[in-house]
C-alpha cells in the first residue's frame, strides 16, 4: 500500500494568493465595468534589459551549431557565471569565497526550500515574523513544525517584527534555536537590517552552534550604503550561514529561472556524536542526485547582467520601481496612513487604520477604490494589522492606484 506523506496534509489548505484571486473575481463578477488595480503579488512587470536579450539571442544561436550545443552543463553551475558572481557580487564587499561555494540554481524558492532537507527533523527553527511562507512550509512537509494552531505552528518560534519593535527582531530566549530563517531587505515588510544587528545574529548562531539561512533575494534594492548586502560583511558568518540569492527580482527573471547559494566550506552541522559534517558537500551530494542544473540559457543570460551595460541597464529598472516605492510612500503617508520599508526595498508595509484587520482592509480597499493589496496575516501571525503593496507595477498604473486610494482615504 502506497502511504501519504501525512505532513504534507498539515499544510494550511489555502494558499494566499489563491485566496486573494478568489475575492479579486468575486469583486469583478459583481462590478464587471470596474478596472481593479493589484499592486499585491510580488510579480515583476518591467521587461528584461537588452543586454540579457542579447545574451540570450546568442546562447540559443549558439545552442543550433553542432559546435556551440550544450546538453547536461555541471551540477553547480558554469564557472564563467560563477566567477562573475564573486567578482561582481561578493569581492567588491571584501568577502572572499571560491568557486566552489557557489551553487547556480533555478531560483531561490527552490533551495530555500530544499536546504532543510540536509537537517534533522527534530532541529528547532526559528522565523522572523511576518515571513516568505516558503521557508515554514518546506519544513511542514518534512514534519519539522508540530501542529497548526491559531495561526501558528507548535515547534516554531515566531519572532516578531512590528512597528513596536522597530521592525528589529529579538534574539530568541529560552530554549534555544537550531536553525534560523532571516530574509533581509524583508518580504513582505520591506525593511532591513543593520550590520549591528545582523552581528547579534551570528553571534547568536556561533554561540548556539545555530545555522542561518539567510534570503539576500532583495539585497539590489538597498541604497543606503550603511546596510549589508550579504551576511558574510559579517565576521564568523561563513562559519554558520548560508546565504540564497535570485536573478529574479534583481533582474527581472521570474519567468527566465536563475539565482545561486552560498554554501561557505567552514559550515558545518553536528551527528548526534558530536562529529562535524560540512554542509558544502552535503549539498553538492543533494543537487547531483536531484538537480541536473539551470539551463545554459539562463545562465549567459545571468552572465549579462554583470557587463557594463548590463549593470547599467539592471540599476536603471531597480531605479524605476523605487520611484513607485517613494512615491507610494509619499502619497500614502499624506492620506494618513502609517507605512514603512519602501527605502531599501520594493515594497511597503502599511498598518491598517483603527484597528481593522489585514482581510477587512483588503476587501474595505477593493471595493472602495479597487486596489488590491496583500492582507499582512498571510506572511504569519505578527503581520496581522498590515497590508503590503508592492512597488513592481508601471508607474502609471502605480500612480493612478495612489489617486484612487487617496481619494478613497479622503472620503473615509
Ligand atoms: C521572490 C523571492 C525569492 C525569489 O524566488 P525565485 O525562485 O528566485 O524566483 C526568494 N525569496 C523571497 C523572500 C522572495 O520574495
Excluded at 363 to 372: D, R, S
Amino acid at each position: 500500500m502506497a502511504l501519504v506523506n501525512i505532513h504534507f496534509l498539515n499544510l494550511q489548505a489555502n494558499y494566499l494568493f489563491a485566496d486573494i484571486a478568489k475575492k479579486v473575481n468575486a469583486f469583478r463578477v459583481m462590478h464587471p465595468k470596474a478596472d481593479v488595480i493589484s499592486l499585491g503579488i510580488g510579480d515583476v512587470t518591467q521587461p528584461l534589459c537588452p543586454a540579457v536579450v542579447e545574451a540570450m539571442h546568442k546562447a540559443v544561436d549558439e545552442m543550433a551549431t553542432a559546435d556551440g550545443f550544450r546538453g547536461y552543463g555541471p551540477e553547480q553551475g558554469y564557472d564563467f557565471l560563477r566567477e562573475a558572481i564573486l567578482k561582481n557580487d561578493f569581492a567588491p564587499r571584501g568577502v572572499r569565497l571560491s568557486l566552489d561555494e557557489v551553487f547556480i540554481n533555478d531560483g531561490a524558492k527552490s533551495d530555500t526550500g530544499n536546504f532543510q532537507e540536509l537537517l534533522h527533523w527534530d532541529n528547532f527553527i526559528g522565523v522572523t515574523d511576518p515571513i516568505y511562507p516558503v521557508y515554514i512550509d518546506s519544513n511542514v512537509m518534512i514534519g519539522r513544525c508540530g501542529t497548526y494552531r491559531d495561526g501558528r505552528w507548535t515547534n516554531v518560534r515566531y519572532m516578531p517584527t512590528t512597528a513596536e519593535n522597530g521592525f528589529v527582531p529579538e534574539l530568541p530566549k529560552g530554549r534555544p534555536v537550531d536553525v534560523i530563517y532571516l530574509c533581509f531587505p524583508n518580504n513582505p515588510t520591506g525593511t532591513v537590517i543593520t550590520k549591528q544587528e545582523l552581528r547579534k545574529w551570528v553571534n547568536y548562531a556561533l554561540k548556539n552552534d545555530a545555522l542561518i539561512l539567510f534570503d539576500a533575494a532583495y539585497q539590489a534594492y538597498i541604497r543606503d550604503p550603511e546596510i549589508p548586502h550579504s551576511i558574510y560583511e559579517i565576521r564568523g558568518a561563513r562559519k554558520c550561514a548560508v546565504e540564497f540569492r535570485s536573478f529574479s527580482k534583481t533582474a527581472g527573471f521570474t519567468g527566465v529561472r536563475c539565482g545561486y547559494t552560498i554554501v561557505p566550506k567552514e559550515v558545518s552541522v553536528a551527528t548526534f556524536e558530536g562529529e562535524r559534517i560540512p554542509l558544502n558537500q552535503l549539498w553538492l551530494r543533494r543537487q547531483c542526485t536531484k538537480f541536473n542544473g539551470t539551463s545554459y540559457i539562463s545562465q549567459r543570460a545571468a552572465e549579462a547582467i554583470y557587463s557594463p551595460e548590463g549593470k547599467q541597464q539592471v540599476q536603471a529598472t531597480i531605479d524605476y520601481y523605487m520611484e513607485n516605492a517613494a512615491r507610494m510612500l509619499t502619497v500614502l503617508k499624506a492620506s494618513g496612513f502609517e507605512v514603512y520599508g519602501g527605502e531599501n526595498a520594493p515594497y511597503v508595509w502599511m498598518r491598517t487604520p483603527d484597528g481593522t484587520t489585514s482581510w477587512q482592509f483588503f476587501e474595505a480597499l477593493l471595493y472602495g477604490a479597487n486596489v488590491v493589496c496583500t492582507p499582512g496575516v498571510g506572511f504569519g501571525p505578527s503581520g496581522e494589522g498590515y497590508v503590503r503593496f508592492t512597488a513592481f507595477g508601471s508607474h502609471e498604473q502605480t500612480e493612478e492606484a495612489l489617486n484612487r486610494i487617496a481619494q478613497w482615504a479622503g472620503k473615509k
